[in-house]
Each structure stands twice: as C-alpha cells, then as structure tokens.
C-alpha cells in the first residue's frame, strides 16, 4: 500500500474508532460488510492524474470471513485482483498484463495467477480482442 493510501486507511480507521467499533474494525454484530475505495493523485506542473486506484472489500460474519482487494492502473484497467485470510495472509493473487495498440486500446489481457501452494506464478486466462477503428 503507497503511503497516501495507508494515510486514508488510518484516517478510515480513526474515523471508525470514533464511531466505536474497536480497534478500528467494524465487528461482526455492528457491519457485515465494508468497501474501501482509495485513489492515488499524483500532480505535476502541468497536471493532476490519477496514478492507482485500490478497492477493498471486507466481508466479517460470525463463521465467515472474505477480503478481497483490486488495484487498478491510472487508465482504469485492473491489474491485480488478491483474496486475503482473516489473518492478513493471502490466499491467491491475480495479476493481470497488458498488450495495447498503436491507439493505446488494450488488446490482450494474460493473466498471471499465483498462491501460497505454488512457488512462482502460473498463466491463467489469456483474452484478445479485436478493435475496429472507423
């Protein structure tokens, strides 16, 4: 996580700690689910952008528990998608790469899948499409 991205999440956090849950952790009795959206800004002299994007979904039931997050880049496309353990570590991570045309347009889409039962990451899907410019 950048730092300005962990800077909104322990504002997120304080701000919950106020509202009561503890340790700044909705518990199961008072929400059963929360979505995290954080944007990075990234300004030059000339502009402001938008560098990444990072969503966070957090699902706590009693005898249940899913996290997952999604990171995308400054044009909107994903390029990780990971599920998460109760305890912090990650049960499998996607990762997507891109291949684009003279327009900029993203024509193939690979898909790099990876646990924590595999030692290096594997190809999973491959999507290529095709663009018709008029």
Do not use: C
Not at 10 to 26: S, T, V, W, Y
Not at 37 to 62: C, I, M
Not at 66 to 92: M, P
């Amino acid at each position: 996580m950048t730092p300005s991205a962990a800077g909104e999440w322990r504002a997120l956090a304080d701000h919950a700690n106020k509202l009561g849950f503890e340790g700044g952790i909705p518990r199961a009795s008072q929400i059963r689910s929360i979505t995290l959206y954080v944007t990075e800004h990234v300004t030059s002299n000339s502009h402001s952008f938008v560098a990444s994007r990072l969503t966070e979904t957090v699902n706590d039931f009693k005898d249940s528990y899913h996290r997952e997050t999604h990171r995308y880049d400054a044009l909107g496309r994903e390029i990780e998608k990971a599920e998460w353990n109760r305890d912090g570590s990650i049960i499998n991570r996607r990762t997507y790469i891109y291949s684009t045309d003279s327009l900029g347009n993203w024509t193939r889409r690979t898909e790099m899948f990876s646990s924590s039962a595999m030692n290096e990451p594997v190809e999973g899907e491959v999507t290529v499409r095709s663009i018709d410019y008029y």
